[in-house]
């Protein structure tokens, strides 16, 4: 489709190692593909920060913008968690309006489970495996047992 609007493009595959060493580090790219993982805590300051726009920093599109850094920083410091998604909040809006990547796609996990399974609390997924985090209170058949 680039190529229908006058894009050339050339496409190449990396090994992660030589990606990392030969095109993130050193910022060597024009467009590059690539993922976000944030894990547990959805801090998105090591990726949007501008402090965070050298090597070793992971802000690779070298982002910068004093009030997306404010926002950054003032939600690191807030322990109410609905506040600092506010912040976030904030923060996801003004990216959105500068746009300093195009964001294709969030991971979404979909589990399908056994309708007669129970003791079953997903909570919050960061990796797949975190699914089986309480497998051990997962369970199917139960029945009484009269006790003399």
């Given amino acids: 489709m680039l190529h229908e609007v006058g894009i050339e493009l050339t496409v190449e595959t990396k090994p992660f190692a030589e990606l990392e060493a030969a095109v993130i580090r050193p910022r060597n790219f024009e467009i590059l593909l690539f993922g976000q993982v ?56 003004l990216a959105i309006q500068d746009l300093p990547a195009v964001f294709l796609f969030s991971q979404l996990y979909l589990y399908l489970l056994p309708g007669d399974m129970r003791g079953v609390e997903l909570g919050k997924i960061a990796l797949p495996s975190d699914r089986f985090n309480h497998v051990n209170q997962w369970y199917r058949k139960t029945e009484r047992v009269l006790r003399y």
């Fill in 38 to 93: 944030y894990g547990y805590e959805p801090d998105p300051y090591a990726f949007w920060h501008s402090s965070q726009s050298k090597d070793p920093g992971l802000n690779i599109t070298s982002y910068h913008n004093k009030m997306a850094n404010r926002l950054l920083e003032e939600a690191r410091g807030i322990q109410n968690l609905e506040e600092r998604n506010r912040k976030y909040e904030e923060f996801s809006k």
